[in-house]
C-alpha cells in the first residue's frame, strides 16, 4: 500500500514513495530498540527490516537510528517523526473499523475502566448503549497506566481515567472530556475522623490513610497538594483502584482518598466526606489512540456516557 501525501511537488514525489510496511517498521524498531527485535516482531527477516529504515533515511534525508551496542538509538528526528507515524497509521487502522460498521461486522469493543468508575457511572449508559447497538462489550479494569498500555498496544478501543496534568499526557493518546468528579475522603462510622468537624488536610493527614499507588493520578493530586501544604501523610495501604480503596476502608484500615462522587453507590453506610475544597474537582477524560477515527459505535458509546453523566 503506497501512501501520497499531498505537499510540494518535491514532497509529493518523495511520499509516493512510502509504504506502510515501511512505517511499520519505523515504529517497530523505534519501540524494540533494534532491528534484530523489530524483525522478530514482525516476522521480517533482519535485512528486510534494515532496507525499510535504510529507504526512510535516504526519502526523509536523515540519520533516524545510530548504533549502540547490539541495538539501536533512535535519533532526535526519529522521535519527532515517531509521533506522527503513530498517529497516521492509528488513522489508517480505524479505516478498518469504520468499514465494518458500514457493512453491519458488529465487533467487539474493549473497554478500560476502574472497579468504582465501572460500577458507579459506566454500568447505566453500557446497557443503554447495548439497547441501540449489536456490538458485544469487553469490559477490562485497569487504572491510567494499564489503560495508557493497553490502548497504545491496541488491546483497547476505549479507557476512561482522571485526566492527567498535561505535562503527563501522552503525544501518542487523544483526552477527551468526559465528566466531573471530586475527590474524597472516606471513612467507617465510629471513625475519629468522621466525628470532625474540620475536613482539612491537617486534620486528614492525623490519621491511616488508604490511597492509590505512586504514579497513578489521583496519588499525584494528593501528593502534590499535601507537599505544598507541608503535610505528611502516613500511608498504610497503597492500592491500584478506588474499588480497592473503598474495601481496605471497609475492612478498618484507615480513611481512603479517591475521586468519585459524595453519593455513589460504592460508599453507602461509610461517611464521605467532600475534598473539593482543598482538591477541587477532576475531569475524568476518555482515552483513544491519538489520529484514530471513531467507529459510529464507538462514538456512540462515548456520547452516551457523556450524556448520561451530565450534572
Same mark, same amino acid.
Given at each position: 500500500?503506497?501512501? !501520497?501525501?499531498?505537499?510540494?511537488?518535491?514532497?509529493?514525489?518523495? $511520499?509516493?514513495?512510502?509504504?506502510?510496511? #515501511?512505517?511499520?517498521? /519505523?515504529?517497530? =524498531?523505534?519501540?524494540?530498540?533494534?532491528?534484530? !527485535?523489530?524483525?522478530?516482531?514482525?516476522?521480517?527477516?533482519?535485512?528486510? =527490516? &534494515?532496507?525499510?529504515?535504510?529507504?526512510?533515511?535516504?526519502?526523509?534525508?536523515?540519520?533516524?537510528?545510530?548504533?549502540?551496542?547490539?541495538?539501536? *538509538?533512535? +535519533?532526535?528526528?526519529?522521535?519527532?517523526?515517531?509521533? #506522527?507515524?503513530?498517529?497516521?497509521?492509528?488513522?489508517?487502522?480505524?479505516?478498518?473499523?469504520?468499514?465494518?460498521?458500514?457493512?453491519?461486522?458488529?465487533?467487539?469493543?474493549?473497554?478500560?475502566?476502574?472497579?468504582?468508575?465501572?460500577?458507579?457511572?459506566?454500568?447505566?449508559?453500557? #446497557?443503554? /448503549?447495548? #439497547?441501540? &447497538?449489536? @456490538?458485544?462489550?469487553?469490559?477490562?479494569?485497569?487504572?491510567?497506566?494499564?489503560?495508557?498500555?493497553?490502548?497504545?498496544?491496541?488491546?483497547?478501543?476505549?479507557?476512561?481515567?482522571?485526566?492527567?496534568?498535561?505535562?503527563? $499526557?501522552?503525544?501518542?493518546?487523544?483526552?477527551?472530556?468526559?465528566?466531573?468528579?471530586?475527590?474524597?475522603?472516606?471513612?467507617?462510622?465510629?471513625?475519629? /475522623?468522621?466525628?470532625?468537624?474540620?475536613?482539612?488536610?491537617?486534620?486528614?493527614?492525623?490519621?491511616?490513610? *488508604?490511597?492509590?499507588?505512586?504514579?497513578?493520578?489521583?496519588?499525584? $493530586?494528593?501528593?502534590?497538594?499535601?507537599?505544598?501544604?507541608?503535610? +505528611? !501523610?502516613?500511608? *498504610?495501604?497503597?492500592?491500584?483502584?478506588?474499588? /480497592?480503596?473503598?474495601?481496605?476502608?471497609? $475492612?478498618?484500615?484507615?480513611?481512603? %482518598?479517591?475521586?468519585?462522587? %459524595? @453519593?455513589?453507590?460504592?460508599?453507602?453506610?461509610?461517611?464521605?466526606?467532600?475534598?473539593?475544597?482543598?482538591?477541587?474537582?477532576?475531569?475524568?477524560?476518555?482515552? &483513544?489512540?491519538?489520529?484514530?477515527?471513531?467507529?459510529?459505535?464507538?462514538?456512540?458509546? =462515548?456520547?452516551?456516557?457523556?450524556?448520561?453523566?451530565?450534572?
Amino acid at each position: 500500500m503506497i501512501l !501520497a501525501m499531498k505537499h510540494s511537488s518535491g514532497s509529493r514525489s518523495r $511520499a509516493s514513495e512510502l509504504s506502510v510496511q #515501511q512505517l511499520q517498521t /519505523f515504529r517497530c =524498531v523505534y519501540e524494540r530498540g533494534g532491528y534484530a !527485535a523489530a524483525a522478530r516482531e514482525m516476522e521480517l527477516s533482519v535485512p528486510t =527490516v &534494515w532496507q525499510h529504515i535504510q529507504t526512510l533515511q535516504r526519502l526523509y534525508r536523515t540519520d533516524l537510528f545510530e548504533k549502540s551496542g547490539r541495538g539501536v *538509538v533512535a +535519533t532526535a528526528m526519529a522521535a519527532k517523526l515517531y509521533t #506522527q507515524v503513530t498517529e497516521l497509521l492509528a488513522g489508517l487502522d480505524s479505516t478498518f473499523d469504520l468499514a465494518a460498521d458500514e457493512q453491519g461486522d458488529s465487533r467487539p469493543i474493549t473497554i478500560v475502566a476502574g472497579v468504582r468508575m465501572m460500577m458507579e457511572e459506566i454500568a447505566n449508559p453500557l #446497557q443503554q /448503549f447495548r #439497547q441501540a &447497538w449489536d @456490538n458485544p462489550l469487553v469490559l477490562r479494569e485497569g487504572n491510567n497506566q494499564v489503560a495508557e498500555e493497553l490502548i497504545l498496544s491496541g488491546e483497547a478501543d476505549l479507557a476512561l481515567t482522571l485526566e492527567p496534568e498535561h505535562e503527563k $499526557a501522552s503525544p501518542l493518546i487523544h483526552f477527551e472530556p468526559a465528566y466531573l468528579v471530586e475527590f474524597l475522603a472516606i471513612c467507617k462510622k465510629g471513625h475519629p /475522623f468522621a466525628g470532625s468537624s474540620n475536613c482539612t488536610l491537617r486534620e486528614l493527614v492525623k490519621h491511616d490513610l *488508604v490511597v492509590t499507588r505512586p504514579g497513578t493520578h489521583g496519588r499525584d $493530586a494528593l501528593d502534590h497538594t499535601l507537599h505544598r501544604e507541608r503535610l +505528611t !501523610a502516613n500511608v *498504610v495501604a497503597e492500592t491500584d483502584n478506588s474499588g /480497592f480503596t473503598i474495601a481496605c476502608v471497609r $475492612a478498618g484500615l484507615g480513611v481512603g %482518598v479517591l475521586a468519585g462522587r %459524595v @453519593n455513589g453507590e460504592l460508599c453507602r453506610r461509610l461517611v464521605v466526606k467532600s475534598l473539593r475544597r482543598h482538591l477541587g474537582e477532576r475531569q475524568i477524560a476518555f482515552m &483513544w489512540k491519538k489520529g484514530r477515527r471513531l467507529s459510529p459505535a464507538v462514538q456512540s458509546l =462515548v456520547d452516551t456516557i457523556k450524556q448520561s453523566n451530565v450534572g
